[in-house]
């Protein structure tokens, strides 16, 4: 069975996580593809914190995540990487990596950062505003935006399940059986 690699890409609070488990959910519910849904703050978390939030570290966490999702697809899983993937050059890394092994779609989950402050899921925006927290992707550190994504998703636009649904017949569109 074909396998793909989806990096849906984003500021925080841009619906990259909402998004990933409802396709996730959606996919299981329709087929038996085998599919890893990894989030970037929590495999950051599994790495013990050792990456911190400088460009530097950065690239380097989003390299420790590639080789995960590496083994995974060289083993028949197919992976969706829910990442803020801030930088074109992070972005160009994961194209280069899984063009050859998967289909590799690039998702932009688009959303204004006035409604990521508004909607602020995991406190990030709080946390900057009181001064514990630097290097925030969209506020006070870049947040490049995706050139070459397959699909742009905007959720100031769209519900998850449109997101979804727009997911999925793309997805048919390139051959799965869903």
Known sequence: MKRFMIYMVGISGSGKTTIARAL????????GL?????DGDIIRGEFGGVFG?????RMKCNQAVR?????LIQNDISVVLSQVGAYEA????????????????????????EECMRRDV???YKKHE???MENLNGVSDTFEIPQNAELVIDTEKVTVEEAVGSIL??????????
């Open 24 to 31: 996730e959910k959606e996919i299981g519910k329709r087929s």
């Open 34 to 38: 085998k599919m890893q849904l990894i």
């Open 53 to 57: 939030y400088t460009y530097e570290e």
């Open 67 to 71: 080789v995960v999702v590496k083994y």
């Open 90 to 113: 992070m972005r160009r890394n994961v194209r280069n990596d899984f063009s050859g092994l998967s289909d590799y779609i690039e998702i932009y989950v688009k959303c204004s950062v």
């Open 122 to 124: 995991k406190g990030y």
């Open 130 to 132: 009181q001064g514990e």
């Open 169 to 178: 017949r793309y997805l048919e569109e390139k051959g799965y059986e869903l």
